[in-house]
């Protein structure tokens, strides 16, 4: 089914520790966005990307990094995990950006720093 | 960059009332307007969203939003709310021309529908 596929749902990691957080997309979309959502602060935008190879950052970046090779894979890296990145992750997709053809998100990923 | 500000951060009603929930917006420019919606447990999903002509949209569920350009805003409203209403509602806009290409949201309102 098309769709953006989030990876992995649950993850649980100690601090200092990296990992990566995958978002993939099969519908050709050229735009992605990664967001965090907390308790009474919405969806804070982390990273976003207009294209394969152009990446931007977003309000909350700090601790965050991302790479475009493909226009199907916008990966999101955890250097140095901290406490304070504990929060749900969600990755979205859209053909224009503008939100006129919709935005697809994916099911989240759920992250606990201990 | 574009700003979003939503003032009422849990807002508590009956079943059968009124619903009001401001969403104030902050750009240079113009700007495209939605509203979402999280029950829980689910994903996010599209109530409504504006883009020109008419300033009053309809979407699903019942729900409709206002917006008024003198005022930088796009309120949501519903006549009669249900129990199955209970949910975060987040705003959000994208610019039109150059900027910023991805939703920008407020920091959601969340409502609870008492039975």
């Known amino acids: 089914n098309a769709g953006v596929t989030q990876t992995p749902k649950f993850q649980v990691l100690k601090t200092g520790q990296s990992m990566t957080l995958q978002c993939a997309q099969d519908?050709?979309?050229?735009?992605m966005s990664w967001y965090r959502q907390d308790p009474g602060m919405g969806l804070r935008l982390i990273h976003y990307?207009?294209?394969?190879?152009?990446?931007d950052q977003g309000e909350v970046p700090n601790g965050y990094n991302v790479s475009r090779s493909t226009t199907e894979d916008f990966p999101l890296r955890l250097l140095s995990a901290a406490p304070s990145q504990t929060s749900v992750y969600f990755c979205?997709?859209?053909?224009?950006?503008?939100?006129?053809?919709?935005?697809?998100f994916g099911s989240g990923t759920r992250l606990t720093v201990v | 960059a574009q700003s979003v500000s939503q003032h009422n951060h849990h807002v508590i009603l009956s079943e059968a009332a009124s619903l009001e929930l401001g969403c104030n917006y902050s750009?240079?420019?113009?700007?495209?307007l939605f509203w979402y919606v999280q029950y829980p447990g689910q994903h996010l999903q599209l109530l409504l969203k504006?883009?020109?002509?008419?300033?009053l949209v309809k979407g699903i569920k019942g729900f409709e939003a206002e917006f008024i350009k003198s005022k930088f805003s796009f309120n949501l409203r519903k006549p009669s709310v249900q129990w199955s209403d209970t949910a975060e509602y987040l705003c959000?806009?994208?610019?039109?021309?150059?900027?910023?290409?991805?939703?920008?949201f407020g920091s959601g309102t969340r409502l609870q529908v008492q039975p």
């Open positions: 519908m050709n979309h050229e735009y």
């Open positions: 504006y883009f020109s002509g008419d300033p």
């Open positions: 750009y240079g420019g113009t700007v495209n």
């Open positions: 990307s207009v294209g394969a190879g152009i990446t």
């Open positions: 959000a806009v994208t610019p039109k021309g150059t900027g910023r290409r991805a939703l920008t």
């Open positions: 979205a997709s859209s053909y224009s950006g503008t939100g006129l053809d919709g935005y697809t």
